[in-house]
């Protein structure tokens, strides 16, 4: 089960989630039909939250087992420890004096695991302390995030559409293919850090599961994944708190640890909200353009579907999802739940007109029915009732931005991300 993080409820929440775990749910069937988004305030047995304890300590432990169940899969575990292996450093990795950088392979033990990240770490040199940090996984290699001769090129598996890729392969033209997208330099004006590792180094993005870390978490005799065995999604969002560990136990000279900021574009933004939810250290999340199965509606009308992305992307989630397909309305849950958990903690939905795919009204809409849980505990939450205009940042608690243009995350959303983070981390 995913580690909760410290809190008054930490003990007691944490044996309620296993023991949830442990009950069978029922099968998807005997589900109710609910053409509605359910009330996140209402357990599954129909009683209602009437206190701050009973969220934290019944109804948030409820939620984070229905989604592992039904969903995304149940996360790996904490690893018994890991150790670090430094391949490089550079006290001037963008020329202009300004950052410093290092990277280091992640073992993991009990388990061991064969897949070791490496976390690409760029922090501005002018600080005065340990900073705030964006953590993003990326899915062209580190190598791609900037253009430096020693940044680590992968071996593994990657998607034919980065640059310089050959044959399913990095090569050393894919150097600084991403640099528009990431956007380092003004990351470190603003004064943050950013901690970047590439998503084939926990799970490759193929329907292989055998490629991944899953596999090395089958309980004794088992082959293959069970119906609530972690997808890729979950994965991912296992190296996310994996890097919030490394930074956390061995760089807090430089980096603040609560402000720990999560970002992720389309299947990252599902994986960032994901994260965000099942781990409280995460101090605030930005799921850009993330849509079905991440910021929009499942039982949304727009745009991608359930059934489309399984059908698209059977990997991405648990075998239980997909028998949802066509009876959605079943799903004792939806995504304003998921943003439920992050609560009282700030989330940023941020999206583009043309991509409608996304359902960026859905998403919207999502922020409006997890406003009620942000309201109970008294922590803000969604201040408007109509989506605001194009290139308007909406920057309450729960926040919403939409801008002209297609599925992609550039320079102007990161000046959006980190208006938005200035104002909540800083």
């Known amino acids: 089960m995913p580690r909760i993080a410290c809190s008054l409820f930490v003990v007691v929440a944490a044996l309620t989630s296993t023991l949830l775990a442990a009950e069978p749910f029922p099968a998807i069937d005997q589900l109710p039909s609910r053409p509605e988004m359910p009330d996140p305030l209402v357990m599954l047995d129909e009683s209602r939250v009437k206190t701050a304890d009973d969220w934290f300590l019944k109804r948030r432990p409820e939620l984070k087992s229905l989604f592992q169940h039904y969903m995304y899969g149940y996360l790996p575990p904490k690893p018994q420890r890991f150790s670090v292996t430094h391949t490089h450093a550079s006290d001037d990795v963008l020329g202009n004096g300004k950052a410093s950088a290092s990277e280091e392979a992640i073992e993991f033990h009990g388990p061991n695991l064969k897949h070791k990240p490496r976390v690409l770490l760029i922090v501005p040199n002018k600080r005065s ?7 993003g996984m990326n899915f062209c290699g ?17 998607y034919k559409s980065c640059a310089g890729v050959e044959n399913e392969r990095a090569t050393e033209k894919g150097r600084g293919g991403q640099k528009d997208v990431w956007n380092v330099d003004l990351i470190l004006e603003h004064g943050y850090a950013l901690a970047t590792f590439y998503s084939g180094d926990i799970d490759p993005d193929t329907p292989d599961f055998s490629d991944g870390i899953a596999p090395s978490f089958f309980k004794p005799g088992q082959t293959a994944a069970e119906p609530h065995d972690a997808g890729t999604i979950a994965c991912w969002a296992w190296g996310y708190h994996r890097v919030v560990d490394y930074l956390i136990e061995r760089k807090k000279d430089v980096i603040d640890p609560k402000r720990i900021a999560a970002v992720g ?21 930005i799921p850009h353009q993330a849509g079905c199965g991440g910021t929009a509606p499942s039982r949304g009308k727009v745009g991608e579907s359930v059934q489309r992305i399984n059908t698209s992307f059977p990997h991405w989630f648990c075998d239980n999802f997909p028998k949802f397909n066509e009876q959605v309305d079943r799903l004792p849950f939806d995504q304003h739940c998921l943003v439920a958990l992050v609560a009282p903690r700030p989330v940023l939905f941020t999206n583009a007109i043309e991509d409608q795919w996304a359902n960026p009204d859905g998403q919207f809409d999502v922020l ?3 406003d009620p849980v942000y309201k109970f505990l008294n922590a803000g939450g969604l201040e408007a ?28 959303d990161w000046r959006v991300f980190l208006d938005f983070a200035d104002k909540h981390l800083k």
Do not use: C, Q
């Not at 791609?144 to 990657?158: F, G, Q, R, T, Y």
């Open 129 to 135: 302390g340990p900073v705030p940090v964006f953590i």
């Open 142 to 158: 580190n190598h791609a995030v900037i253009d430096h001769p020693l940044v680590h090129v992968p071996e593994s598996w990657i």
């Open 265 to 285: 574009h389309s299947r990252n933004g599902k994986t960032t909200l994901l994260a965000a939810a099942m781990d409280e250290r995460i101090a605030l999340a």
């Open 368 to 370: 409006k029915a997890a």
């Open 385 to 412: 009732n109509e989506r605001p205009e194009l290139n308007t940042l909406l920057s309450s608690r729960l926040g919403y931005f939409i801008r002209a243009g297609k599925h992609s995350m550039t320079r102007d």
